[in-house]
């Protein structure tokens, strides 16, 4: 199919297919992409976009940010919004792995501190932070636990003595979703993600150890705000989500929505992975107090990761966890759907902005920031794959045409099926030790599927995101250290 | 009785199963969702045997709910399962009956490679192809 022939350009990174490249479409399909990155984008990109632009109550645009690729029901680097009235809440809009996120870590450490104990870090890391197929987690909860920390996200890790306040003040949405309701989530969900709190999982899932180079820094001073503010600064960043809690989650609504969609609220869609329920409906709402439940899970598991990579570090460097200035620069989501306040046609409204595989992004000034970041613009952690780095970037004022969001990682240009034909994962640890990265992995097969060459430019993906007016680049880190789930 | 991986969503996994009957279908769903899972799957044992029942409204449901409880049950039970005597009634609901039989993962043994999310929706179809049945299904992973 290539490029649809009714694609026009409507800005300088931004492209448009109108109503009628699809039947039934309500609104535009919008693209946030530079011409190298729009011409390489799958076809079923703009199919899935079509189809999302097709869900009822849907506001101003489907929208695919510079990542996008072919996904399973919306696609990946997609962003909805839906009218709180008239609109639906859909779980493939979020994704199985609800509030997969980033958190960026800074320390005070340089590189050539962190050299010579590179091996003992990462390896020290794979321990304590288990990673790939059903690997259990350190703390050993109740379901009335799990409960707790469904209600609470990263506050409970913090209460429980895994964090500091700042944690929280950094991360976003302070670690918790309101409306988050444990009695909408199944036992079997709780049976799933007892044991999993601490975990990395697998998948395109890491924990790297990265290092800011001097020509890794776009600017300076957001930069220093951001607590990247020394020479061959070390930093500590990973990517993971709410593990086999999230997945069951999901997978519940999924099929109950499927059941009754077309009966209770004569919905259809042109893909099953589609399925959605009126916002304010029983289903809507109770998959949105679940979901939320979700993003608790995932923030309290990034924080508990956190606290083991602190006491890696201070086990390693002898010294406390303080004293060598580990601290949260930014935690951000990139699977959820949230209630936003946005001006839409000059009117300021409520929706509920889908974003699956996409990062809130929001601009200086937003309430919702902490006051620290308040003029830079909220801090937004663009994960690339492991052998080209990854991007700090900040939301900007320009980003209102995207409800605020941007883009969350490189984007898959291959399967993983293809990835495995091109290189064997034992070739690719080679490459990456050669190269002074050192990469633990729990499967040779998932780290091939992860190879650089799997995945767009993440330079082009940053930088489309910043000429589009998404989001600004701030930084650009680079892997010295891999722990691969 | 057959499934073959093919391409599909870019970050995901998919598969096309085929079957001479339903019950066929189904148990050759339930390999390919077990050969995602593990580089060894023939090394999987059945050691431990477990009653499945499950209904639907339709039979991509069916299927749909099928492969979510193999998920389920390795995710969280830690049990990789193969399938077996499968039963499937089409009476206005779609039921399904039959038996799971495996044995809990043993790192030693079995070569785990994919962490199998969910079974998605995506793409899902059952349909009847040369006298026997085909399925298309999409993993997250």
């Given at each position: 199919?290539?490029?649809?022939?009714?694609?026009?350009?409507?800005?300088?990174?931004?492209?448009?297919?109108?109503?009628?490249?699809?039947?039934?479409?309500?609104?535009?399909?919008?693209?946030?992409?530079?011409?190298?990155?729009?011409?390489?984008?799958?076809?079923?990109?703009?199919?899935?976009?079509?189809?999302?632009?097709?869900?009822?109550?849907?506001?101003?645009?489907?929208?695919?940010?510079?990542?996008?690729?072919?996904?399973?029901?919306?696609?990946?680097?997609?962003?909805?919004?839906?009218?709180?009235?008239?609109?639906?809440?859909?779980?493939?809009?979020?994704?199985?792995?609800?509030?997969?996120?980033?958190?960026?870590?800074?320390?005070?450490?340089?590189?050539?501190?962190?050299?010579?104990?590179l091996t003992d870090l990462v390896d020290g890391l794979a321990e304590a932070v288990p990673a790939g197929t059903g690997r259990g987690g350190s703390l050993a909860l109740s379901k009335?636990?799990?409960?707790?920390?469904?209600?609470?996200?990263?506050?409970?890790?913090?209460?429980?003595?895994?964090?500091?306040?700042?944690?929280?003040?950094?991360?976003?949405?302070?670690?918790?979703?309101?409306?988050?309701?444990?009695?909408?989530?199944?036992?079997?969900?709780?049976?799933?993600?007892?044991?999993?709190?601490?975990?990395?999982?697998?998948?395109?899932?890491?924990?790297?150890?990265?290092?800011?180079?001097?020509?890794?820094?776009?600017?300076?001073?957001?930069?220093?705000?951001?607590?990247?503010?020394?020479?061959?600064?070390?930093?500590?960043?990973?990517?993971?989500?709410?593990?086999?809690?999230?997945?069951?989650?999901?997978?519940?609504?999924?099929?109950?929505?499927?059941?009754?969609?077309?009966?209770?609220?004569?919905?259809?869609?042109?893909?099953?992975?589609?399925?959605?329920?009126?916002?304010?409906?029983?289903?809507?709402?109770?998959?949105?107090?679940?979901?939320?439940?979700?993003?608790?899970?995932?923030?309290?598991?990034?924080?508990?990761?956190?606290?083991?990579?602190?006491?890696?570090?201070?086990?390693?460097?002898?010294?406390?966890?303080?004293?060598?200035?580990?601290?949260?620069?930014?935690?951000?989501?990139?699977?959820?759907?949230?209630?936003?306040?946005?001006?839409?046609?000059?009117?300021?409204?409520?929706?509920?902005?889908?974003?699956?595989?996409?990062?809130?992004?929001?601009?200086?000034?937003?309430?919702?920031?902490?006051?620290?970041?308040?003029?830079?613009?909220?801090?937004?952690?663009?994960?690339?794959?492991?052998?080209?780095?990854?991007?700090?970037?900040?939301?900007?004022?320009?980003?209102?045409?995207?409800?605020?969001?941007?883009?969350?990682?490189?984007?898959?240009?291959?399967?993983?099926?293809?990835?495995?034909?091109?290189?064997?994962?034992?070739?690719?640890?080679?490459?990456?030790?050669?190269?002074?990265?050192?990469?633990?992995?729990?499967?040779?097969?998932?780290?091939?599927?992860?190879?650089?060459?799997?995945?767009?430019?993440?330079?082009?993906?940053?930088?489309?995101?910043?000429?589009?007016?998404?989001?600004?680049?701030?930084?650009?880190?680079?892997?010295?250290?891999?722990?691969?789930? | 009785?057959?499934?073959?991986?093919?391409?599909?969503?870019?970050?995901?996994?998919?598969?096309?199963?085929?079957?001479?009957?339903?019950?066929?279908?189904?148990?050759?769903?339930?390999?390919?969702?077990?050969?995602?899972?593990?580089?060894?799957?023939?090394?999987?044992?059945?050691?431990?045997?477990?009653?499945?029942?499950?209904?639907?409204?339709?039979?991509?449901?069916?299927?749909?709910?099928?492969?979510?409880?193999?998920?389920?049950?390795?995710?969280?039970?830690?049990?990789?399962?193969?399938?077996?005597?499968?039963?499937?009634?089409?009476?206005?609901?779609?039921?399904?009956?039959?038996?799971?039989?495996?044995?809990?993962?043993?790192?030693?043994?079995?070569?785990?490679?994919?962490?199998?999310?969910?079974?998605?929706?995506?793409?899902?179809?059952?349909?009847?192809?040369?006298?026997?049945?085909?399925a298309s299904v999409t993993l997250d992973v």
């Amino acid at each position: 199919m290539g490029i649809p022939t009714g694609l026009r350009r409507i800005g300088p990174a931004l492209f448009e297919l109108a109503p009628g490249f699809r039947p039934g479409m309500r609104v535009p399909v919008r693209v946030f992409a530079s011409d190298a990155l729009l011409a390489a984008l799958d076809d079923q990109v703009f199919v899935q976009a079509a189809n999302v632009a097709t869900l009822p109550g849907i506001v101003e645009a489907s929208l695919c940010m510079p990542d996008a690729h072919w996904g399973y029901g919306f696609p990946i680097g997609g962003v909805a919004a839906f009218d709180v009235e008239t609109g639906v809440i859909s779980p493939g809009g979020i994704g199985f792995d609800i509030n997969c996120g980033m958190r960026l870590v800074r320390t005070d450490l340089a590189w050539a501190e962190v050299r010579p104990r590179l091996t003992d870090l990462v390896d020290g890391l794979a321990e304590a932070v288990p990673a790939g197929t059903g690997r259990g987690g350190s703390l050993a909860l109740s379901k009335r636990e799990l409960r707790a920390v469904l209600r609470e996200g990263a506050a409970w890790t913090v209460r429980e003595g895994y964090g500091t306040p700042d944690d929280l003040r950094f991360t976003e949405a302070g670690g918790c979703f309101p409306g988050a309701d444990p009695d909408c989530v199944s036992e079997r969900a709780l049976e799933r993600g007892v044991g999993q709190l601490g975990t990395l999982g697998s998948g395109n899932h890491y924990l790297e150890i990265q290092v800011l180079r001097p020509e890794g820094v776009f600017d300076p001073s957001l930069s220093r705000v951001f607590g990247l503010d020394r020479p061959e600064q070390v930093v500590v960043m990973f990517h993971c989500g709410s593990r086999g809690f999230g997945h069951q989650v999901a997978t519940d609504y999924l099929q109950r929505f499927l059941r009754v969609m077309p009966t209770k609220f004569g919905l259809e869609v042109p893909d099953r992975e589609l399925a959605c329920a009126p916002i304010s409906s029983t289903e809507g709402r109770e998959y949105h107090a679940a979901m939320c439940c979700a993003a608790n899970m995932s923030f309290a598991n990034r924080q508990l990761i956190l606290h083991r990579v602190r006491e890696v570090f201070s086990r390693v460097f002898g010294r406390d966890a303080a004293a060598l200035g580990i601290r949260t620069v930014y935690d951000v989501a990139h699977n959820t759907a949230k209630f936003e306040r946005h001006l839409v046609g000059g009117k300021e409204r409520t929706l509920l902005v889908h974003r699956k595989g996409a990062t809130r992004a929001f601009p200086p000034g937003h309430p919702e920031l902490p006051e620290a970041y308040r003029e830079t613009g909220q801090p937004v952690v663009i994960g690339g794959s492991m052998e080209t780095g990854s991007y700090l970037l900040a939301g900007a004022a320009s980003g209102a045409v995207s409800f605020f969001s941007t883009a969350h990682g490189s984007g898959r240009t291959m399967s993983r099926h293809q990835a495995r034909k091109r290189v064997r994962g034992r070739d690719l640890l080679a490459r990456m030790e050669a190269r002074g990265v050192h990469v633990r992995a729990a499967s040779l097969a998932g780290l091939a599927e992860e190879a650089g060459f799997a995945y767009k430019d993440v330079d082009a993906v940053a930088l489309a995101t910043e000429e589009a007016g998404l989001s600004h680049r701030v930084a650009h880190l680079l892997p010295v250290g891999n722990v691969k789930g | 009785m057959t499934f073959t991986f093919v391409e599909g969503a870019t970050s995901d996994v998919s598969f096309e199963a085929r079957g001479a009957t339903l019950p066929d279908l189904f148990a050759a769903a339930a390999e390919a969702l077990l050969a995602a899972t593990l580089a060894n799957p023939e090394a999987v044992e059945e050691r431990v045997r477990q009653p499945l029942a499950l209904a639907e409204p339709d039979l991509e449901l069916l299927l749909l709910r099928f492969l979510n409880e193999l998920v389920f049950l390795r995710d969280a039970r830690g049990l990789l399962l193969h399938a077996h005597g499968l039963a499937i009634e089409q009476n206005g609901e779609v039921k399904l009956a039959g038996e799971l039989a495996g044995e809990p993962i043993d790192r030693a043994r079995h070569r785990l490679e994919g962490d199998v999310k969910a079974a998605t929706a995506h793409g899902l179809a059952v349909a009847r192809e040369d006298g026997g049945w085909r399925a298309s299904v999409t993993l997250d992973v």
